[in-house]
Each structure stands twice: as C-alpha cells, then as structure tokens.
C-alpha cells in the first residue's frame, strides 16, 4: 500500500517562526504573495530564501478557489480577518486537496485560517501556538440598540451606533491533523 506523501502549505506565520520545517518525506509549498509579508534582507527572508533552496514551491491558487474561500470566510464571519494572503493559503490548500495520495497541512499559527480551514474540512498544524479547539461563527452586534448582522456593518443602521465582532456559534473542531 502506498504512504500518502505530506504536502504542507506554510502561511507566513510558519516563516516568521524560524522554527525548523521537516523537509524529510513531505513537500512545501505556499504562495507568492507570503514573500511580500516578509522584511526584504530581514532573517524572516533569509529563511524563506533557505526554504526555496531546500525545495519550497510558489504556487498560485485556482482565482474561482479564492472566490469559494471568500464566500465561505463570509460565513464564517472571517472576511475581515483575513488578509489577501490568507486567503490564497486556504485557496491553495483547498487546490491541492484534489490531488490523489497527498496528505494536505497547512501550517500556520493564525486563528482566522484555522478556523475556515476546518470548515473548509483542510487539516492544518500550529507552529507556536497551541491552536484553536473550537471553530467559531462571527457576526456583527450594535453596541447601542444590540440587533445582530451577519454581513460585517461597522455602523448600525438603525441607531448610528458602532458594532463590534461577537461569536455567535461554536463547534468543536475536526480537521487539526495532529489530533489524527
């Protein structure tokens, strides 16, 4: 029987560790625009250029993958949390997963991309953080009069005061491949 090959997806956060990444039986990959979150001559960048020399491969996700992680991070409540970046990670990842025999990670310590990548059902690996353990639901709640939005409104448009970010679900995760 083949062993599925480990392909790990590294959002910035995984660089700007300086942890050491397991190069050994996996495969690395991340995005283009990870590059631009790094300080150009900063030790961040320098581990990153070891990285591409050891083998890291820049990828760019399928632009209707973007799309679909957009609309479900909408969802989640997530849009506003995610940079341009984090987006394309999940989008890559997302791509990636259609592969046959490949063990799809994405390594990151950010909450937001934990929290859709269980959605999303992608596993992922913390760098420094313990990581989340429950996937929340955001939604948009008026300081003044309390009436609740889903779409993310910074003023009420009832009472003109301004809302703030609130959980309004939570569910145990599933998809932390190093609960597998």
Do not use: H
Request: aromatic share 6%.
């Amino acid at each position: 029987m083949n062993k599925k090959q480990k392909k790990y997806v590294l959002d910035t956060s995984a660089i700007l560790s300086g942890k050491p990444i397991n190069l050994n039986d996996s495969e690395i990959v991340t995005t283009f625009s990870v590059s631009k979150e790094l300080s150009p001559g900063g030790q961040d960048y320098k581990n990153f250029q070891y990285l591409k020399e050891k083998g890291l491969n820049i990828l760019t996700p399928n632009k209707e993958t973007i799309n679909k992680v957009k609309d479900f991070s909408l969802k989640t409540g997530d849009i506003n949390r995610l940079s341009d970046t984090d987006i394309e990670i999940l989008a890559l990842a997302l791509d990636l997963k259609k592969e046959k025999n490949c063990d799809i990670i994405i390594l990151t310590d950010d909450y937001s991309i934990q929290n859709v990548a269980d959605g999303l059902n992608l596993k992922f690996e913390t760098i420094n953080q313990i990581g989340i353990t429950k996937r929340f639901k955001w939604v948009y709640r008026c300081r003044g009069c309390g009436k609740i939005f889903k779409d993310s409104i910074k003023i009420c448009p009832i009472c003109g005061t301004e809302t703030r970010n609130i959980i309004s679900n939570k569910e145990d995760i599933k998809n932390r491949s190093d609960k597998e």
